[in-house]
């Protein structure tokens, strides 16, 4: 029996959870300290419901080292029987309002995340709520908490039920619908949902992908293999749409330095799943994502060389890396991002994941709900196209299907 165990007993008999306590401790303990959560929460859930792998402490490391270099970042913890129950990693940075200044505090994840939220026991009914006040205790000078949580999850409504047991105005400021596969248990049954034409072009890609020479896939998932994948995927990019575009992970230093840092972390922490297709012996094709405790591949960057556009290679290699996720047990592919429509002809099921803005009980939390309210806090995306229903990938009309278009923004782009 675990010591969250032997607390859960103790709890039952008496009538109540030990006293919970919140600490604000260096973002650097968050890797034990999630050890810790994770030895006393050996289930947290499997499927679009659960945490997914950017959850996991090498994620925000990552972060720290890259996006969030210069940041103010800690680790909010809330301990039971020193047991921690709840965590959150969290960076701070300034808010303005007229001649008013005001810490806002968001999710680490917030600068590039999944399904995120905050950690909690889902036994301790009391985390959550006591979590957020002790940063209201610990973190005086913030005037606004943002953090994302998928809507109708039961992090969603456990965050939910905590906010309205406290004193703190709080309201969803933006939603973003994300597409994924719910995945059976062979490829027959993926592709038989697929768009006709879409599985047409994936038969053909791949016949004439063979005949015009040596065909071989691969699953890159080691720390040994990690600097070797990282270079497949520069290589790549190099002979992609993306570079002549502009929007190549080697165009933006800071996305190039994020996935360095990630890609050994993720490996080591065993949630790389990395997917090359070579063409007599020379990558064509990547897949970079990453398969969390959740059972969900989350598929963060893709591409192909646009001299073998037309034998369709990011289909195929979505096709072949599907397969071997069904084979490792995974339930979903999460494509992330906005639903644009090359991601939609592989599925028509969404989610939704809301951005909370959780606002102090001060001056300051006032002065950041009045920014908000003139449009500040908000945060400016881009009005999203109609999502493309089956009925509408089914119509003769439908678009062609090109493979991995140049216009998509988010996890695949």
Avoid at 37 to 50: E, F, H, I, T, Y
Avoid at 230 to 246: H, M, N, P, Q, T
Wanted: charged share 25%; glycine share 8%; proline share 5%.
């Amino acid at each position: 029996m675990s010591v969250t165990e032997n607390a859960a007993a103790s709890a039952t008999e008496s009538g109540r959870w030990p006293p919970v306590r919140v600490e604000i401790l260096p973002i650097e303990t968050l890797a034990d300290i999630h050890s810790r959560w994770r030895a006393s929460n050996q289930s947290v859930g499997v499927g679009m419901d659960a945490p997914d792998a950017t959850n996991d402490p090498f994620w925000t490391e990552a972060l720290c080292k890259t996006l969030l270099a210069g940041r103010e970042a800690s680790l909010a913890v809330a301990l039971s029987g020193g047991v921690p129950v709840a965590l959150f990693p969290f960076y701070r940075s300034v808010g303005r309002f007229s001649r008013l200044s005001f810490r806002e505090l968001q999710a680490a994840t917030n600068e590039y995340g999944g399904r995120c939220g905050i950690l909690s026991a889902s036994r301790d009914p009391n985390a959550l709520r006591e979590l957020l006040r002790g940063l209201v205790g610990r973190e005086p000078k913030w005037g606004v908490l943002l953090l994302r949580t998928v809507v109708g999850s039961t992090g969603h409504r456990e965050l939910v039920s905590a906010l309205q047991g406290i004193p703190l105005r709080f309201e969803e400021i933006e939603r973003e619908r994300s597409p994924f596969i719910a995945l059976p248990s062979t490829w027959e049954e993926v592709a038989r949902r697929l768009h006709k034409t879409l599985r047409k072009r994936i038969g053909k890609g791949q016949r004439d992908l063979e005949k015009a020479g040596v065909l071989a896939y691969r699953e890159i998932r080691s720390p040994e293999q990690s600097r070797e994948f990282l270079d497949i995927i520069a290589d790549v990019e190099r002979r992609s749409w993306k570079d002549a575009s502009g929007v190549s992970i080697l165009a933006n230093d800071y996305q190039k330095r994020f996935y360095e840092a990630m890609v050994p972390r993720a490996a080591s922490a065993g949630r790389l799943s990395g997917h090359i297709l070579s063409l007599n012996e020379r990558p064509i094709a990547y897949m970079l994502g990453l398969l969390g405790q959740d059972r969900v591949y989350l598929a963060l960057k893709s591409s192909f060389d646009e001299s073998v556009a037309a034998l369709s290679p990011g289909h195929v290699l979505k096709k072949l890396g599907i397969c071997r996720l069904i084979e490792r047990g995974a339930v979903a592919f999460d494509f992330m991002g906005r639903c644009d429509t090359h991601k939609m002809y592989w599925t028509d099921q969404t989610y939704e994941v809301a951005t909370l803005a959780i606002y102090n009980a001060s001056w300051r939390g006032r002065a950041a709900w009045l920014k908000r309210r003139i449009g500040g806090l908000r945060r400016t995306i881009p009005d999203e196209a109609p999502i493309p229903t089956r009925k509408d990938r089914d119509k003769p009309s439908a678009p062609a299907i090109k493979d991995n278009p140049g216009a998509g923004a988010g996890g695949t782009d």
